[in-house]
Structures are given as structure tokens and as C-alpha cells.
């Protein structure tokens, strides 16, 4: 299974379970209901960091530097799991076992998008990229690559421990990287 499928499977089990948390809040007890809501936040607000702060960041030509982003991307797979189990114990707290058939498919589809979840998360962690910082004929560049000492895949200028500035030209068939005065050194 490729990765973009995995990532359709995954959209199709979350918008068929979306209405799930919608109804736990709705008709759940108090103490679970605050508990399931507090997750929601939670999971909302590191979706909202990684993904809203890779766009803004894009647009002042940086990005997540690796360390950031695979912590980010692992709380939010945490979180994922927990606001599922919040849901569960929700809908377990209810007064009326009156559940409708929607609402317990709706709950149930929240299984294989966690269990597909982890396959990606699991899948995209095989590829893992190794980061290190390198002085290149007296710059100081942030340098990915795989990590099993691989081909090298992108050069940056640093900024700091979170984020990494604009992305150097790399020329892998010379295997050197235009700094940003303009000159063309080897990396090695």
C-alpha cells in the first residue's frame, strides 16, 4: 500500500468518524465529556503547530528542522490515540445505552484510521532522515540525509534548534551547493 492510499483510507475512516467526538460531547456525562474535550484541544492545537507553522514557515522560506518535526508528529499520533480513547470512554459513560447504529459505525471507524495511522506513522519512520550540522569552506549549513549514510538530500542555512532557514541549490552530480554569496563549493 502506497502512501498517498494509506493517507485516503485514513481521510475516509476519520470523516466517517468525525461525527463520533460531535455526539460524545453532546450526550456524554460531564467528567468524560471535559476529558474528551481537552484532547480535542489538545490534538487540535499540535495539528494546528506542526502544519500551521510548516505554512507560515514556508513563507518566510523555512521550515521544521527534523528533531521538531518528528516530536511533533509523534505527540500528535499520541493525542490521536487518547481523543480516540476519550471517545470510547465517553460513549461507555453514557445514561442511556441508546445508541444509534450511525453513531456506534461512526465510533467504530475511529479503529482502522488509528490502526492505519500507525501503519503510515510506522511507514514514514523507514525513511527516517539524519540531520547534522557542517561548515562548508566557512559556512555553517544545516545538512539531511538518509539515514544510513545515503545519498545527501538538502542543504539550509541555519537559524536555530527549531527551524532552518532558506534551502541551498545542491548539484548532486558535482556534489556541490551554492552558497548564498553566490559561489558553487564541493561538500567535501
Known amino acids: 500500500m502506497t502512501e498517498t492510499q494509506c493517507r485516503f483510507l485514513i481521510a475516509v475512516f476519520l470523516l466517517l468518524g468525525a461525527s ?11 467528567p468524560a465529556r471535559k476529558r474528551l474535550c481537552w484532547s480535542l484541544f489538545l490534538l487540535g ?4 503547530l506542526r502544519f500551521g507553522g510548516n505554512y507560515v514557515l514556508s513563507k518566510l522560506d523555512m521550515g521544521w ?11 500528535i499520533w499520541v493525542l490521536f490515540l487518547v481523543t480516540i480513547a476519550r471517545c470510547v470512554q465517553t460513549f461507555v459513560s453514557l445514561p442511556d445505552k441508546n445508541l444509534s447504529p450511525v453513531w456506534v459505525v461512526s465510533c467504530l471507524s475511529l479503529f482502522p484510521a488509528a490502526i492505519l495511522v500507525t501503519i503510515l506513522i510506522i511507514g514514514l519512520s523507514q525513511d527516517r532522515l539524519y540531520e547534522s550540522v557542517a561548515t562548508i569552506d566557512g559556512q555553517t549549513v ?13 542543504f539550509y542555512l541555519p ?30
Not at 463520533?20 to 460531564?30: C, K, M, N, S, Y
Not at 492545537?45 to 494546528?48: A, F, K, R, S
Not at 544545516?142 to 538538502?154: F, L, Q, Y
Open 20 to 30: 463520533a467526538p460531535i455526539f460524545a460531547l453532546a450526550r456524554g456525562a460531564e
Open 45 to 48: 492545537g499540535m495539528i494546528l
Open 65 to 75: 528542522r527534523l528533531t521538531p518535526r518528528y516530536t511533533m508528529n509523534f505527540l
Open 142 to 154: 544545516v545538512r539531511e540525509s538518509k539515514m544510513n549514510g545515503g545519498a545527501v538530500r538538502r
Open 159 to 188: 537559524v536555530n534548534l527549531l527551524v532552518h532557514g532558506q534551502e541551498l541549490e545542491y548539484d548532486w552530480r558535482t556534489d556541490t551547493v551554492t552558497l548564498p554569496d553566490g559561489r558553487a563549493v564541493s561538500i567535501y
